[in-house]
C-alpha cells in the first residue's frame, strides 16, 4: 500500500508539472494564447490564406527601373574635367594662317596643324592657338568643333576642325565590391547596360543567388539581387557618367526550430524560396512529433505590408516595423498550394509545434521511468514465498 501511495503522488506531481515537461517549444494552442498577454498585443497573428499569400506577393520590390527611369537611353559622351583632347585643324588652301610656318612640326605649305594632347583644366577649358580658351566641359565634341571654327572663320582659310577626346575620365563608370575585380569602366559611345559593365570589370565571383548589386547615382543608392538583374531585361538599365556599381555578398538564410527533420540555420540556394521549400529543407515534419496545423513563421513586417494585411500597427519592430506570426495549417490539403507560393524572407523564423498528445506521451514516459522500479520491486517482493 505504502508503494502504491508514492506512486501515486510521484504521478500527482508530474501531472501537475506537466507544463514544465522538456519541449522543443510552445504548442499551437499556446502561441495562440500568446498573442495578447497581460493586456498587451505582442503580435499579429495571421491565418495564411489566398488574401495574404496575393498581398505579400505584391510587396513592391527595390527596382532600378523604377527609381531611375529618367534615364531610360544612353548618355551622350559629353567632354568633362580631367579628359584628354586632341584638335586638329584643317584649312581650305595652302598658305593660311596653320600652314605659313612650321606648326608643331608640321611642314611650311601644310594645310593643316594637329594641336598636341591637352587635359580640360579645372577651368573647362582648353587652349586653341588664335581662338583663345575654348569652354569643353559639359559639351559634345561637335558643339567644341563648331565654337572653335567660329573663332578661327576671320582668321584662317575656311577652317575645319576635329575635335577627338583621346581619354575620358568623366564618361565612366566605377565597378567595385568584394565579390569583383574592382575597375574604373570607360563607357562606349554606344551606350553600355549594368551587366555590361560588370563583365568588363571581371564578372562577380559569388553565387547569384548571394550577390546584391548597389548602384548610387546623382545623391540616390538603391540595391537589387543580381538574379533580379539578370532574370529581368528591364532591370538591366543604362549606365550614366558617374555611376558606382557596388557587388556585395550577401549571404541569406532561415532558420527552422520544433518537430522538423532537422533544427538548423538553412542557406538560401537561389534568389526566391518557398515555404514548401523552406519546410521540405528542413527535413519536413516529423510524423510522431509535429502539430500539422501549428505551422508558423515569426517575421517583421513594415508598416505598409502589416496595413495591406489589415492588422493593426505595432511598431515594435526595427524601424517601425511590426512583429507577425503567420499560422499555416497542413492538415488541409489546399494549404500546400498556398505554401508553394508563400515567399521566404532572409531571417525569417519557422517554428512547428509539438502535438497536444505528444506532451501526454511525454508525459506517461516519464512516469514509467519514475515509477517502473518500484512496480517492478512490488513484482519481485509478492513473488517471493
Not at 501515486?8 to 515537461?21: D, E, F, H, I, M
Not at 499569400?53 to 551622350?76: H, M, N
Request: with cysteine; charged share 20%.
Amino acid at each position: 500500500m505504502k508503494a502504491v501511495a508514492v506512486i501515486a503522488v510521484l504521478a500527482g506531481g508530474l501531472l501537475a508539472g506537466c507544463s514544465t515537461l522538456p519541449t522543443a517549444g510552445p504548442t499551437a494552442r499556446d502561441v495562440e494564447h500568446q498573442e495578447i498577454k497581460d493586456n498587451e498585443q505582442r503580435f499579429d497573428l495571421v491565418e495564411i490564406n489566398d488574401k495574404v499569400v496575393a498581398a505579400l506577393l505584391a510587396r513592391p520590390l527595390e527596382s532600378f527601373q523604377a527609381r531611375f527611369k529618367k534615364y531610360g537611353r544612353p548618355p551622350q559622351a559629353k567632354i568633362g574635367v580631367g579628359d584628354s583632347v586632341v584638335v586638329s585643324i584643317w584649312e581650305a588652301a595652302g598658305g593660311g594662317l596653320f600652314g605659313a610656318s612650321a606648326t608643331g612640326g608640321v611642314s611650311v605649305g601644310s594645310r593643316s596643324v594637329t594641336i598636341p594632347e591637352q587635359v580640360v583644366g579645372q577651368d573647362a577649358a582648353i587652349s586653341v592657338p588664335f581662338a583663345g580658351r575654348i569652354p569643353l566641359a559639359g559639351r559634345l565634341p561637335l558643339e567644341v568643333r563648331k565654337t572653335i571654327e567660329e573663332r578661327l572663320a576671320e582668321k584662317a582659310i575656311e577652317p575645319q576642325v576635329i575635335v577627338t577626346v583621346t581619354r575620358s575620365l568623366s564618361n565612366s563608370v566605377t565597378v567595385a565590391g568584394e565579390v569583383v575585380a574592382g575597375a574604373r569602366v570607360p563607357l562606349s559611345t554606344k551606350g553600355d547596360r549594368l551587366l555590361d559593365l560588370i563583365a568588363a570589370a571581371g564578372g562577380a565571383r559569388s553565387p547569384v543567388y548571394e550577390t546584391f548589386v548597389r548602384l548610387s547615382r546623382a545623391g540616390v543608392t538603391a540595391t537589387i539581387p543580381m538574379e533580379a538583374l539578370v532574370s529581368d531585361p528591364a532591370e538591366n538599365i543604362y549606365a550614366q557618367p558617374g555611376d558606382v556599381l557596388t557587388l556585395v555578398r550577401l549571404p541569406q538564410s532561415f532558420t527552422v526550430f520544433g518537430a522538423t527533420g532537422t533544427n538548423m540555420q538553412v542557406p538560401f540556394t537561389a534568389e526566391r524560396m518557398t515555404l514548401v521549400e523552406a519546410l521540405a529543407k528542413s527535413g519536413g515534419l516529423q510524423d510522431l512529433r509535429s502539430d500539422p496545423a501549428g505551422v508558423f513563421l515569426f517575421r517583421f513586417e513594415p508598416p505598409k505590408v502589416v496595413g495591406a494585411l489589415g492588422r493593426p500597427q505595432l511598431g515594435t519592430g526595427p524601424e517601425g516595423s511590426s512583429p507577425v506570426v503567420y499560422r499555416l495549417d497542413l492538415s488541409d490539403a489546399k494549404s500546400y498550394f498556398l505554401a508553394q507560393r508563400f515567399p521566404i524572407q532572409d531571417k525569417d523564423i519557422i517554428y512547428v509545434a509539438n502535438a497536444e498528445l505528444n506532451e501526454l506521451q511525454k508525459f506517461f514516459s516519464l512516469l514509467n521511468t519514475l515509477t517502473g522500479p518500484v512496480i517492478t520491486g512490488i513484482v519481485v517482493k509478492g513473488s517471493v514465498p
